[in-house]
């Protein structure tokens, strides 16, 4: 589907489905007062203050007869002989360097998919966290700004309606770029909608991208993927991260708000042999 743009007075309005592009920021306030600084630990991803955090591992892939299939970071430590553990690092499970290009025939074919949040997880995900909130209905997405395909960005495919009665086609033009939220070394748009709308794909098609940071107007959770990390953090209640963990379509293992982020923080595998 489209982006979607339409015209009120002289204000372009954006759309992504359900979702709307926000110049007003104020929603994401907590978020900046709460993030730790750049690459210091969990808490440089995801806002500290919830009660219980989670790390989501983002699956590798192993083709079979055409088909996907979905391979844990768990299945493959045991392969190896690694240590699960909530600072594990992909290149230390699974002896092969992040990017390198290389695969584990058998095991896996392709790496966990990084900076965002797998689509084979999306659905089951939004159904587990619209449980744990009070307002499902309106949720703040926000969406790295340098992702080369956005469909926000100026140049990106959209229509451009004018006029509340007549909606008239016109020559594609690109709307005012909208304020962005600051983050240490990351610049985010910001949309809102429901929360069905983690399903719309930030980028243009073929590719798919979640946001990078959404939550509920109630703050009852918040959801986190970096754009370099194979993993996507979950802050909440203690309920929803136990519920989360025990999820068996979703691999997660509870973390904390100090733990390492970086390659060197997995303590208990070995690097791979260069």
């Known amino acids: 589907m489209r982006a979607h743009w339409s015209l009120t007075s002289s204000l372009v309005i954006v759309h992504i489905g359900s979702l709307v592009l926000r110049d007003d920021l104020s929603a994401a306030d907590w978020i900046i007062e709460r993030i730790h600084g750049f690459a210091v630990d969990v808490g440089s991803i995801i806002p500290e203050g919830f009660e219980a955090y989670a790390r989501l591992f983002h699956p590798a892939i192993r083709i079979e007869n055409g088909d996907e299939v979905v391979v844990r970071w768990s299945e493959v430590a045991e392969a190896n002989g690694r240590k699960v553990h909530a600072e594990m690092q992909w290149p230390n499970i699974s002896g092969v360097r992040g990017h390198s290009g290389e695969s584990s025939p058998g095991m896996w074919d392709h790496e966990p998919h990084v900076g965002s949040l797998p689509i084979q997880y999306v659905d089951r995900l939004t159904d587990l966290l619209s449980r744990h909130t009070s307002t499902p209905d309106r949720v703040w997405f926000a969406v790295w700004e340098g992702f080369g395909a956005l469909r926000i960005r100026p140049g990106g495919t959209a229509v451009l309606s004018i006029g509340r009665r007549r909606r008239k086609r016109r ?24 929360i069905r709308g983690i399903s719309e794909s930030m980028c243009e098609e073929p590719l798919w991208q979640s946001a ?63």
Not at 240 to 265: F, K, N
């Open 171 to 194: 020559p594609r033009q690109a709307p005012p770029l909208a304020p962005t939220v600051q983050l240490p070394n990351r610049a985010y748009d910001l949309l809102s909608g429901p």
């Open 212 to 274: 990078n940071l959404w939550w509920p107007e109630d703050r009852s959770w918040c959801v986190a993927t970096e754009i370099d990390f194979a993993w996507t953090y979950v802050g909440g209640d203690r309920a929803v991260i136990q519920e989360l963990v025990e999820d068996r379509t979703i691999e997660a293992i509870p973390t904390q708000i100090h733990h390492g982020i970086t390659y060197d923080s997995d303590r208990l595998n070995p690097p791979p042999v260069s």
